[in-house]
């Protein structure tokens, strides 16, 4: 019996880490944790750090800068703009 075909995969292309877009921050105490639920068809959200209901729960900022940080919390890796 003939072995199943592999599948080929994409060749692997570099991310653009120049821009991406992360959930933006809540307005009240700038964490980025939400809960969502949907009530009569419409999807509303709520900060779980500070409890302030997020009028867009899904909106979303440009980040230009990233900032890779490890578990004790020291930055392992930044790229920023121009980089």
Partial sequence: MPAPPVAQRPPEARPDLTAYLRLASCPECSGRRRML???????RGRCLE?????TLPLATERQSRLIVVGRAGQGILEIGPDD
């Fill in 37 to 43: 639920v949907e009530v009569d068809d419409q999807l």
């Fill in 50 to 54: 500070c409890g302030a209901a997020l």
